[in-house]
């Protein structure tokens, strides 16, 4: 069994938050609502952490609570395009893709899409998605590690049983600023 890196998606690998809001948008959406590909951009350090976890023998997977789908603000479609532009972005030096599964979440409790609206299993901080992903793709939890901005990030990880000590809030208020740091910091624990 292999291990991997867990990795959230908004604001840990891709710009988020501090996007500018689009056009047009939806009347629900808010910041943090991405649907369109197109404005999809890499956070500095994502694309060389995710080479250097790749090389290293980990299986890269993103958990993303997608909670825009309960709200009405964009469509499952709306994001898988944006995953499939993440994927895009996220290769390696001869062009493969690097992330083995994207993962979302399209439930939210205060939705107002009748059947996305509720608490699920899959939405962060339960562990549904990581729990998923390990049993599809044969991953080993106990060597594997979450890298997330948010604390629900984290809480899912440990959720799912990884040790404490391997799911990395980063950011601001987290033990390292960004991907790229938090990359070399499972590097230099799994020695």
Not at 6 to 23: G, S, V
Request: proline letters at 10%.
């Amino acid at each position: 069994m292999r291990p991997a890196v867990f990795f959230d998606r908004d604001d840990t690998l891709i710009r988020n938050t501090t996007l500018p809001p689009p056009a047009n948008p939806h009347p629900a959406w808010k910041p943090g609502d991405l649907s369109d590909p197109s404005r999809v951009e890499l956070l500095p350090g994502a694309l060389q952490a995710c080479r250097l976890l790749r090389d290293a023998g980990f299986s890269l997977v993103v958990v993303s609570n997608q909670g825009c789908v309960a709200r009405g603000s964009a469509t499952i479609e709306d994001v898988q395009a944006v995953n499939a532009r993440v994927g895009e972005l996220l290769v390696d030096d001869a062009g493969n893709p690097m992330i083995e599964r994207f993962a979302f979440c399209p439930y939210h409790p205060q939705g107002n899409v009748p059947e996305f609206t509720r608490e699920h299993r899959l939405r962060k901080p339960n562990p549904g998605m990581i729990l998923d992903a390990a049993a599809e793709l044969g991953l080993d939890l106990s060597r594997s590690w979450l890298v997330g901005d948010m604390p629900r990030d984290c809480e899912a990880g440990i959720n799912a049983d990884l040790p404490p000590e391997r799911c990395l809030l980063i950011g601001e208020h987290g033990e390292v600023p960004d991907a790229l740091a938090a990359a070399r910091l499972i590097l230099s624990q799994s020695r």
